[in-house]
């Protein structure tokens, strides 16, 4: 079926099976890489896509659902302003190893600064609480988190 949607800021028409994942529609259908394919299960967070702003995991949605919607990688955040301090806060303080959880790991944090510009420690674990990192311990992507909030606080 013919599935019709905004990707990153612009519209999309893809042909997908009524079956498949968002997650393989952005993956094998459209090329978009950063969506990494974890457990399939809804459970690692590697494939955190933003649709209409919110965090989402995309193998648990159908490609059909996204009909009509907003979908949001990390390739649409390239010049974002906010996603360029949450980058810069992750490189400085250690906070990608291997880097498969990263891009989810910055949807998610991307999604809560979005909300909320001085979140609390706690607020920042319950953002990332559905993103799974097997490298860094979560201490490094906590406080990066917690450093591009302060960055980006007004003075
Ligand atoms: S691959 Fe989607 S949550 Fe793990
Ligand atoms: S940096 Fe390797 S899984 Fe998070």
Do not use: W
Not at 50 to 58: A, H, K, Q, R
Request: contains cysteine.
């Amino acid at each position: 079926m013919m599935v019709n949607f905004e990707l990153n800021g612009g519209e999309v028409y893809v042909e997908a099976p009524a079956t498949m994942t968002l997650l393989d529609m952005l993956r094998q259908e459209l090329g978009v890489k950063s969506v990494k394919k974890g457990c399939e299960q809804g459970e690692c967070g590697a494939c955190t896509v933003l649709v209409d702003g919110y965090p989402m995991t995309s193998c648990i949605i159908l490609a059909p659902q996204v009909e009509g919607r907003h979908v949001c990688t990390i390739e649409g955040l390239v010049d974002n302003p906010l996603l360029k301090e949450l980058r810069e806060a992750f490189m400085e303080n250690g906070a990608v190893q291997c880097g498969f959880c990263t891009p989810g790991m910055l949807l998610s944090a991307y999604a809560l600064l979005s909300e909320n510009r001085c979140p609390t420690e706690e607020e920042v674990k319950t953002a990332i609480e559905g993103n799974i990192c097997r490298c860094t311990g979560y201490v490094a992507i906590i406080e990066a988190i917690l450093d591009a909030a302060e960055r980006i606080a007004p003075d």
